[in-house]
C-alpha cells in the first residue's frame, strides 16, 4: 500500500478524497440530484480511470464475444454507472440508515449458511460488500471475517475498512491478504472456531495463492485460498452474490454449496471444487455483465 | 432493511395522490424513477437558464460546441453550487434555522429555489424554454398545495 500523504496522492482514481467526497454528497444532496450527478461522475472515471475501462473491456470481449469495441465502450459506461450507483447507496445504507428493498434467491442456502458451523462465502467483485455485510448482520447476528485484496491508498484502505465495519454494525471484520501464510492460518482457525469467512474469488492480485481454470472458455487464474481452506477444514463454500435491480433494490443470490471432499489428491479435490465455482460464476456473471466491478483483466490473452 | 414493496414517493404531490389512492402518504427516498424525473428537469432549467446567454451572433459550430461544453459546465456549477448552499445552510443553521430538518432536505430547498428563479426568468423569454420553465413553476406550485394540504390532514412537518 502507498501512504498516499501527498496533497496530489488523495485525489488519484482510488485516492481517499473520492470517498470522502461521496460520504459529504450522502449528508449534504438530496435524493434527487444523484442520476445526473452519477452520470456525470461516471463520465468523469470513464475518462480518468483508463485502465479499469480498458479492463472492463477486455473482460466483456470474452463474456460477450462478437460484440463491437464501440458498443464495448458503452458497457464499459453502464459498468462504470452501474458501480457509481452501487458504491453511492452503500454510503446511504452506512451513513443515513436508509431502507432498501431485497429478494433473497437461493432462501433455503441462506439458511443453511446461517446455521453453518464454519462456513467459507465465495463472492465475486459484484453488487455492494457494505450491504450484504449489513444483511448478513442483520439477519443472523454471526460474526464474518470478509478477506479483501490490499487498497494501493493506505488512507482509502483505511476508509473502506470502518466503512465495512460501519455496516456491519460490530459483527464484521475485514482482513487483508497481505500477510501471507499468516493470515492463511488465522483463518483456518477461524473456520475450525465455527466462523464465517468470506472471499472473493473472481480474481487474482498480488502475490496470493492461484490455480488454473477456465472461465468463459478462456484460461483463467483464481485464487486457490478458498478452496484450500474449505478441503482442510472441511467446510461448505456458499457462493454468494449481491445483485443490484434498481433504485436501493438488491437481491441477495445464494448457490448450493460447494463441498470438498478429501480423497487424498489434493490438486484433484481442488479442481474440482474450482470447477464448479466456474460454472456458478459464469451463470451468475453472463446475464449480470454491468455489475461485475473486476476493475482488472481477468482473461489471459 | 425492509422487504417491502410498496410504492412511496419523496415529493408532496406523489404523497398527497397516494394517500387519495390508499396508499401511504410517508415520505420515502427509494422511487427511482421520481429521482430521474426531478433530476434531469432541475438539471434542464439550469441548462437552459445559461444557454441564452451564449451570444446569438455565434456561427452554428461554435454554438453547437458552446452548447455541448455547456453541457459540462452546467454540471460544475451544480457542484459549486452544491457546496456553496452547504456553507448557507450551515451559517443559517448557526444562526438558528433550518435545524430541525436534515441538511440534505435544507439543500433540496435551496436547489428547488434557484431552480425557480431560473425558470421565472426564462418564463419572460419565450419559445420551447419557456414552456419546460412554466412546467416547472406549476410542479412547484402543485408540490407546494400538496403539502400544505398533508400539513392540514394529518400534521405531516416538512421533516416527516
Known sequence: ?301 | MSTGEFPRFYFALPRLLARYRGGSSERAETNGGEAWIASIVTYLVNYLFFAQFIPTTLGLGPRMLSLALLVFLVWLFWLFALHVNSLVIKLLQACGLFRTIPIRRAQSILVAGTATAMSLQLLGGGGWSAEIAAIWLVAVAMNLVAAAILALRNGDRAHS
Open chain 1, 1 to 301: 500500500m502507498n501512504n498516499s500523504t501527498s496533497r496530489l496522492g488523495r485525489f488519484a482514481v482510488r485516492g481517499v478524497f473520492w470517498r470522502h467526497y461521496l460520504d459529504w454528497a450522502v449528508i449534504n444532496l438530496p435524493f434527487y440530484v444523484y442520476p445526473v450527478q452519477l452520470v456525470f461522475f461516471t463520465f468523469f472515471f470513464f475518462f480518468f480511470a483508463a485502465p479499469a475501462r480498458r479492463a472492463i473491456m477486455a473482460n466483456l470481449a470474452v463474456i460477450l464475444p462478437g460484440s463491437s469495441r464501440a458498443m464495448n465502450h458503452l458497457r464499459a459506461y453502464r459498468s462504470l454507472y452501474n458501480f457509481a450507483w452501487t458504491i453511492t447507496e452503500a454510503a446511504i445504507h452506512r451513513i443515513l440508515k436508509e431502507e432498501f428493498s431485497y429478494e433473497i434467491i437461493g432462501a433455503e442456502w441462506l439458511e443453511q449458511l446461517g446455521a453453518a458451523p464454519g462456513a467459507i462465502v465465495l463472492t465475486a467483485h459484484m453488487g455492494s460488500y457494505d450491504l450484504g455485510a449489513a444483511l448478513f448482520a442483520e439477519k443472523f447476528r454471526r460474526e464474518i471475517r470478509i478477506v479483501r485484496a490490499p487498497e494501493p491508498d493506505q488512507q482509502s484502505a483505511q476508509h473502506l475498512t470502518a466503512s465495512l465495519e460501519k455496516a456491519g454494525e460490530g459483527v464484521v471484520k475485514v482482513d487483508y491478504n497481505t500477510a501471507g501464510a499468516l493470515l492463511s492460518f488465522d483463518l483456518l482457525k477461524a473456520l475450525r472456531a465455527g466462523e464465517i469467512v468470506s472471499i472473493q474469488g473472481d480474481r487474482v492480485e498480488g502475490e496470493m495463492g492461484q490455480v488454473a481454470a477456465r472461465l468463459f472458455g478462456h484460461a483463467v487464474q483464481l485464487p486457490n485460498g478458498p478452496f484450500v481452506l474449505a478441503l482442510v477444514a472441511q467446510v461448505p463454500i456458499f457462493p454468494l452474490f449481491i445483485a443490484r435491480f434498481g433504485c436501493r433494490r438488491y437481491a441477495i443470490i445464494v448457490h448450493e454449496p460447494i463441498r470438498l471432499e478429501n480423497t487424498g489428491d489434493r490438486e484433484r479435490d481442488i479442481a474440482k471444487g474450482v470447477g464448479q465455482w466456474c460454472a456458478i460464476l459464469e451463470e451468475t456473471v453472463a446475464p449480470r455483465w454491468d455489475q461485475w466491478f473486476a476493475f482488472t483483466p481477468i482473461f489471459a490473452r
